[in-house]
């Protein structure tokens, strides 16, 4: 399967995955703009919040546009996300792509990069300065935390782009075509 096979794919499972998001999770997960300044507006934020988490409310979706970008780093108002997933890609081999989507994302300051991995390897991701998603592997009863959590990120960055670890690995006219591809 080539790279764009690959990307569309992905994009479909996300896609999938992001249509119907976890109640549980999107309870937990808000961000709520800024906390209540009067004692009635934090007393109905607890009750809101308890009556969400006994399913009688839906979850307070909160409206503003989520930004991928850290506060030290440098990006524009308008920068979009790039999710790169990688969950199951080895060390050795993630550590390549994230160096090839360094050298890509040189001069695309419009795209912020989020990675999204199963690999614990935290020294290395704080020198990147990018967003990473960690999905660990918790073992317990019912549905796997892994499982929930990638239902949740595809849900919260289903307005972003899209692409799979392995494109880091591209050299710069097929990370240009894969992205006008898929009209980025």
Known sequence: MNITDET???RQALAALAAKPEWDFLARYDL???KPSTLQGRVFRLVRTLLTKI???PPDITKYRWLPTLKHSSSASDTRALLIWAPGMEQDALRNACVGFQ???VDRQ???PVLVTDVADFAYFSRLGWLVEYLPELVGEGQSYQERKRAYLAWRY???VVVPAAAGLLDKESWSR???HFSV
Do not use: E, G, M, S
């Open 8 to 10: 569309r794919t992905l």
């Open 32 to 34: 709520p703009d800024k």
């Open 55 to 57: 399913r009688l409310l």
């Open 103 to 105: 050298q890509l994302l």
């Open 110 to 112: 419009d795209l912020a």
């Open 158 to 160: 289903r307005d972003a």
């Open 178 to 180: 894969l992205l006008q």
